[in-house]
C-alpha cells in the first residue's frame, strides 16, 4: 500500500505502508525472518522453532535461556541469535516511538 500525500512545496510525498508489527507475525513470518538474518543456522534451528510454533509475539520474548531450552547448544549460534532478537527489539521499539510522536505531532497541529 502506497499513500501519496502533499507537503508544503506541492511536490507529492510517498509514504510507504509500515511492515507488519513483529507481534502480529505468524510462526511463517518468523520463519522468514530467521531465514533472513540468521541465514547461517537456519537450516540447524527451523526446525526447532516450527516445533514449538514461535510467533513474533513469543520471538520477543525469547531470552538466551529459552534458546538454550529450544535446543540450541552451541553458545556462539545462540549469542549469535540472540544478537539478531536484540537487534529486532530495537528496531520493533524505534518504530513504536516514531509512531507515538507523529500522534503526539498530530494533536499539536
Not at 502480529?24 to 516450527?50: A, G, T
Not at 538454550?68 to 547448544?73: A, E, K, M, S, V
Request: aromatic share 10%; hydrophobic share 35%.
Amino acid at each position: 500500500m502506497v499513500e501519496e500525500t502533499v507537503n508544503s512545496t506541492n511536490k507529492p510525498k510517498i509514504k510507504t505502508a509500515r511492515p507488519r508489527p513483529v507481534y502480529l507475525w505468524n510462526v511463517l513470518d518468523v520463519q522468514k525472518w530467521l531465514r533472513r538474518h540468521c541465514s547461517d543456522y537456519y537450516q540447524l534451528y527451523h526446525e526447532k522453532f516450527l516445533y514449538h510454533d514461535i510467533t513474533g509475539r513469543v520471538l520477543l520474548r525469547i531470552n538466551e535461556n529459552i534458546l538454550l531450552r529450544l535446543g540450541i547448544d552451541n553458545e556462539q549460534h545462540r549469542m549469535d541469535i540472540w544478537r539478531e532478537i536484540m537487534k529486532l527489539h530495537l528496531k520493533t521499539d524505534m518504530l513504536e516511538i516514531r509512531d507515538i510522536e507523529r500522534r503526539n505531532n498530530v494533536n499539536f497541529d
